[in-house]
């Protein structure tokens, strides 16, 4: 018994050191971005007048973020969601060999993606120009999220009795997909999208090279102003980034719980099927 109480003492201890190693350096930034002078500590006063500098220059950077960061989780949906079904209902070695190259995107460094995309697309009329181009490098880097979270979900039921079973009640494809399938996988579409969402709206290495002096995002608004600004403007973006982040890492972390294992039809929803059945 003592044993144990010593075992997770250290590994508690552990787990503070790490927190502490890599919280910290996070607070310090905040910490600089609410200070009058950063190098004279919080003796110098606290302030809101750095943050206030950043919100008045660059909350173009933060609308447009939010605004590509939504896009993306609109397309990645319409995309992941009906290509993890297939995935998941297709055996075929064809089909791993699908889900690996979803994911090769992800292992490519993504200045390489960038590159591969404007000498593919750059070209194409005012397409380079628009926050369309960075949306689309995003949907290439998160799509495999969005994919490997529905799977996930997927491989947990039984999707092929389900699916018998309203078939057997005279539900077609449409009905199958939109009152089984979705509601079976929510638990990993809502993951997946919150994933996308965070991921988005922090990437940095392809939104560099795809933005142009219009089309900057929060990240590279970010490195503008630890580049050629003062310390504390950086720092004050920077706290900005977290307000808007740590709320979704939150919500990605209270949805992302243990799934039980249901597998059974929503009694009202079998209703319905089988009055539409009998009305057609």
Same mark, same amino acid.
């Given at each position: +018994?003592?044993?144990?109480?010593?075992?997770?003492?250290?590994?508690?201890? @552990?787990?503070?050191?790490?927190?502490?190693?890599?919280?910290?350096?996070?607070?310090?930034?905040? /910490?600089?971005?609410?200070?009058?002078?950063?190098?004279?500590?919080?003796?110098? $006063?606290?302030?809101?007048? &750095?943050?206030?500098?950043?919100?008045?220059?660059?909350? !173009?950077?933060?609308?447009?973020?939010? &605004?590509?960061?939504?896009?993306?989780?609109?397309?990645? @949906?319409?995309? $992941?969601?009906?290509?993890?079904?297939?995935?998941?209902?297709?055996? =075929?070695?064809?089909?791993?060999?699908?889900?690996?190259?979803?994911?090769?995107?992800?292992?490519?460094?993504?200045?390489?993606?960038?590159?591969?995309?404007?000498?593919?697309?750059?070209?194409?009329?005012?397409?380079?120009? %628009? &926050?369309?181009?960075?949306? /689309?490098?995003?949907?290439?880097?998160?799509?495999?999220?969005?994919?490997?979270?529905?799977?996930?979900? *997927?491989?947990?039921? !039984? *999707?092929?009795?389900?699916?018998?079973?309203?078939?057997?009640? $005279?539900?077609?494809?449409? =009905?199958?997909?939109?009152?089984?399938?979705?509601?079976?996988?929510?638990?990993?579409?809502?993951?997946?999208?919150?994933?996308?969402?965070?991921?988005? +709206?922090?990437?940095?290495?392809?939104?560099?090279?795809?933005?142009?002096?219009?089309?900057?995002?929060?990240?590279?608004? @970010?490195? !503008?102003?630890?580049? %050629?600004?003062?310390?504390?403007?950086?720092?004050?973006?920077?706290?900005?980034?977290? @307000? +808007?982040?740590?709320?979704?890492?939150?919500?990605?972390?209270?949805?992302?719980?243990?799934?039980?294992?249901?597998?059974?039809?929503?009694? !009202?929803?079998?209703? /319905?099927?089988?009055?539409?059945?009998?009305?057609?």
């Amino acid at each position: +018994m003592a044993y144990r109480k010593i075992l997770f003492g250290m590994q508690l201890g @552990l787990c503070v050191l790490v927190c502490v190693f890599l919280i910290l350096p996070m607070g310090l930034s905040v /910490i600089a971005g609410l200070t009058n002078n950063y190098f004279v500590g919080l003796d110098s $006063g606290l302030t809101l007048r &750095w943050v206030l500098e950043v919100w008045g220059g660059y909350h !173009d950077t933060i609308f447009r973020s939010v &605004w590509i960061a939504l896009a993306c989780v609109f397309v990645t @949906l319409i995309i $992941g969601v009906p290509a993890a079904y297939v995935l998941h209902r297709s055996p =075929q070695r064809l089909a791993r060999w699908l889900e690996e190259l979803l994911v090769l995107p992800i292992a490519v460094p993504g200045l390489a993606t960038a590159l591969a995309l404007i000498a593919m697309y750059g070209g194409w009329g005012n397409l380079r120009s %628009s &926050w369309l181009f960075i949306l /689309i490098g995003h949907v290439l880097f998160t799509l495999p999220f969005m994919v490997r979270s529905v799977l996930a979900v *997927l491989g947990g039921i !039984d *999707l092929h009795t389900l699916e018998e079973g309203g078939a057997s009640l $005279g539900a077609n494809f449409t =009905q199958r997909f939109f009152h089984i399938v979705l509601p079976n996988c929510r638990q990993g579409i809502l993951a997946g999208a919150l994933m996308v969402l965070t991921l988005s +709206m922090g990437e940095f290495n392809m939104t560099w090279l795809l933005h142009t002096p219009f089309t900057k995002t929060l990240p590279v608004g @970010l490195a !503008d102003a630890y580049a %050629s600004l003062r310390l504390e403007v950086g720092s004050a973006y920077t706290l900005l980034f977290f @307000l +808007m982040i740590v709320p979704l890492l939150l919500l990605m972390q209270a949805i992302a719980q243990p799934r039980q294992k249901k597998f059974e039809l929503v009694e !009202d929803e079998v209703v /319905i099927l089988l009055s539409e059945s009998a009305k057609s």
